[in-house]
C-alpha cells in the first residue's frame, strides 16, 4: 500500500515539472502511474473477487449473475479509467463519448436479467 | 509479472529523465533556429517513452480481462 502512495506522489511531483515545458510528456507520465498502480492493487483485487464467489456459491442463484456483475464492473472500471485520462487532458468531450460508451455496454449486457425479473413478476401475479 | 518495487519507480524517473532531456534539447534547437529538428527530436522521446509503456499496458488490459472475465 505504502509503495502505491509513493508512487502517486512521486509521479504527481514529475507531472507538474513536465506540464508547462511538455505537456504530452505529463499525460503519458500520468497514464504510465496508473498503469503501474493497478498492477500493483491486481492482486489484492483477486483475493476479493475469490472471496465474493465464494459468498456468491452460497446464495444458489443460478451461476450466470456473478459473472455478469464482474462483467460490468470490469467495464465501469475500463470506462472510467479511459474517462478520467481523457478529462486530465481536458478532451471532456471525448470523455463523455467514452462514459456514454461505458453505460451503452453495461446496458446491453444487464437487459436479460432485468426482462427475466419482470417474467417472474408476471408470473407471479 | 513484470511488476517490481524498483521496477515501477524506475520506469516513471526514466520517462520523467526522457522528457526533460527532450524540452531541454527542444529549447537548444528552437534557440539555434532549427525548429524542425526540435519537433523531430520530441516524437522521437515520444516514440521511445511509448515503446517503454506499451508492454505494461497490455498487461494491465490482459490482466484485467482474465479477472473479470470480459
Known sequence: MIKIVF???????????????KPEFALLLSLCTCVVM?????????????????LFSYAKLPGG??????????????????????????????A????????LV???????????????????? | MLLGVCMTIQLIFRIAAVGILVSVINQILKHSGREEHAFLVSLAGLLLVLLWIVPYI?????????????
Open chain 1, 7 to 21: 508512487i502517486g506522489i512521486a509521479a504527481v511531483f514529475l507531472i507538474l515539472l513536465l506540464k508547462n515545458a
Open chain 1, 38 to 54: 493497478m498492477l500493483g492493487c491486481v492482486g489484492v483485487l483477486a483475493g476479493v473477487i475469490d472471496r465474493l464467489q465464494e
Open chain 1, 65 to 94: 449473475y456473478f459473472s455478469l456483475l464482474l462483467k460490468i464492473l470490469g467495464i465501469t472500471y475500463l470506462a472510467d479509467f479511459g474517462s478520467s485520462l481523457c478529462k486530465d487532458a481536458g478532451q471532456t468531450a471525448i
Open chain 1, 96 to 103: 463523455a463519448q467514452i462514459d456514454l460508451a461505458g453505460r
Open chain 1, 106 to 125: 453495461v446496458i446491453s449486457i444487464s437487459l436479460p436479467v432485468i426482462l427475466a425479473v419482470f417474467e417472474e413478476l408476471v408470473r407471479m401475479i
Open chain 2, 58 to 70: 497490455a498487461e494491465l488490459f490482459s490482466i484485467i480481462r482474465e479477472l473479470f472475465e470480459l
